[in-house]
């Protein structure tokens, strides 16, 4: 089955400054790599997707970069602010399963 | 903005005993999950379901654990008997389509099994 690892397990970042969250994945006929922002006490949270046929997405502060070849991608945010403060994990799945990474405490610090 | 929601919030059970963890899906999804996520440990995919019958599922999804759509609202979660090992948080989602569509995360029900 899918093995996805996500590195690093926690990031601080001064508040403006930039965060990447990595991921790889084991399986190559995985072909839809969400990311999800979970905050205390709530479920996760889709932020951004990208799906096998692309190779880069962008929403505002937020892009996901894709390399197929190598099976990994990564999750850019720009400008952190502190509500930018949360868990963010990784996903892959090429059926209705999602495959979750270990997730990332990411805190912004003022 | 239509949500997953889930209840209870906090379940704390005898080990031995059922329980009944219960959804309830964004309206037009026709597309309804079930992960957990032990303490400190990965969200683990359960099993989906679809047309009123698992499409599919995990290995932790074994024979002490069932899924149904009793009323064509709710979307329940039975575990027959717990297990220590059963406590964890567990989510419920749901999505419009199926593969590559978006999945919609409840807040989750933490269950407790002692």
């Known amino acids: 089955g899918e093995n996805v690892e996500q590195h690093p397990s926690t990031l601080s970042v001064q508040e403006g400054d930039s965060a990447v969250i990595k991921c790889t994945y084991s399986?190559?006929?995985?072909?839809?790599f969400p990311w999800y922002k979970q905050e205390l006490g709530k479920g996760p949270q889709l932020i951004i997707d990208?799906?096998?046929?692309?190779g880069e997405k962008k929403d505002q502060r937020i892009a996901v970069t894709l390399n197929k070849t190598a099976k990994h991608f990564s999750l850019h945010i720009t400008e952190t602010q502190p509500e930018d403060s949360a868990v963010y994990f990784c996903?892959?799945?090429?059926?209705?399963?999602?495959?979750f990474g270990t997730g990332t405490s990411l805190t912004v610090i003022p | 903005e239509p949500e997953v929601t889930q209840t209870p919030s906090h379940q704390v059970t005898q080990m031995g005993q059922e329980v009944i963890l219960r959804c309830v899906p964004i309206?037009?999804?026709?597309?309804f999950y079930w992960y957990r996520q032990i303490l400190g440990q990965k969200v683990e995919f359960l099993v989906s379901?679809?047309?009123?019958?698992?499409?599919?599922k995990s290995e932790i999804f074994d024979d002490q654990f069932s899924v149904e759509r009793p009323d064509g609202s709710n979307f329940t979660l039975k575990i027959r008997s717990t297990k220590l090992e059963d406590s964890a948080m567990y989510f419920c989602?749901?999505?419009?389509?199926?593969?590559?569509?978006?999945?919609?995360f409840g807040p989750g029900t933490r269950l407790t099994v002692l």
């Open positions: 990208i799906r096998s046929n692309v």
């Open positions: 989602a749901s999505s419009v389509g199926g593969v590559g569509n978006e999945q919609f």
């Open positions: 996903a892959a799945s090429r059926g209705n399963q999602f495959y």
């Open positions: 309206s037009n999804h026709l597309y």
């Open positions: 399986d190559s006929a995985s072909n839809y």
């Open positions: 379901f679809y047309n009123n019958e698992i499409s599919e």
